[in-house]
């Protein structure tokens, strides 16, 4: 029987344009999907956020991309914009459904570590 739970990631955008978009979205879902040993048909969907200072592309065209999200539904929505908060951030939440249900091994990578250290010790 499938158990469901939730992975997250984030990953910080050096300049806003389409290839760096890419780079970002293809290199945190590729470690996402390694390191909680799952696939495309392990997901129920994939949501991401990304800040007002990312314009060029939306993440989850660029996840679409990939190749790894070819019939599993993704969503975008904007980040709120809190005053002081890091900023050219793209984050993701994953709901997966998958047989053995381990630990979920949280991807933050290219500065975007500083938002849960304890992930990352």
């Known amino acids: 029987m499938k158990k469901e739970y939730a992975i997250r990631g984030a990953v910080c955008i050096p300049f806003d344009n389409p290839k760096d978009i890419d780079s970002g979205v293809s290199d945190m879902m590729r470690r996402l999907y390694e390191e909680n040993n799952i696939g495309e048909e392990d997901i129920a969907f994939v949501l991401f956020s990304q800040t007002g200072d990312l314009k060029s592309k939306n993440a989850a065209a660029a996840f679409r991309q990939t190749g790894l999200a070819g019939r599993t539904p993704l969503f975008c929505v904007a980040e709120a914009d809190i005053s002081g908060s890091l900023r050219k951030v793209i ?28 992930y990352n010790s």
Not at 93 to 117: D, F, M
């Open 91 to 118: 984050r993701v939440l994953v709901l997966v459904a998958h047989e053995e249900l381990s630990p979920a091994r949280h991807v933050y990578i290219n500065g975007a570590e500083i938002l849960r250290p304890d």
